[in-house]
Nanobody, 123 residues
Framework: VQLQASGGGLVQAGASLRLTCAASGRTIRTYTMGWFRQAPGKERGFVAAIVGSGISTNYADSVKGRFTISRDNAKNTVYLEMNSLKPEDTAVYYC?????????????????WGQGTQVTVSS
């Protein structure tokens, strides 16, 4: 599976962005899809995940109520809608695909990674 993340940019606090993760090479309909982020000087951390069917989702506490993960299996694509962005959301955002839902917040449980897209939120 090849993953291509896009949609990042420079925005002001309070703005919204929609990240897209386009998959190719194989259908992702059975994969758990996750978004992670890494800020300068920090470890990569979990943001959100969605199970293959789309029925279940989970979020990091820091983004609950502001971010929404969704997927369109027909388009082999996953989205991350980010609202009310804060400067602390500034990071490189990565999408990832994993075989199991059980480790949705563990980056080690994901098998495939995209290249990352930069999100910068100014105050």
């Amino acid at each position: 599976v090849q993953l291509q993340a896009s949609g990042g940019g420079l925005v002001q606090a309070g703005a919204s962005l929609r990240l897209t993760c386009a998959a190719s090479g194989r259908t992702i309909r059975t994969y758990t899809m996750g978004w992670f982020r890494q800020a300068p000087g920090k470890e990569r951390g979990f943001v959100a995940a969605i199970v293959g069917s789309g029925i279940s989702t989970n979020y990091a506490d820091s983004v609950k109520g502001r971010f929404t993960i969704s997927r369109d299996n027909a388009k082999n694509t996953v989205y991350l809608e980010m609202n009310s962005l804060k400067p602390e959301d500034t990071a490189v955002y990565y999408c990832a695909a994993g075989k199991y839902w059980g480790g949705y917040d563990d980056s080690g449980e994901y098998d495939y990674w995209g290249q990352g897209t930069q999100v910068t939120v100014s105050s």
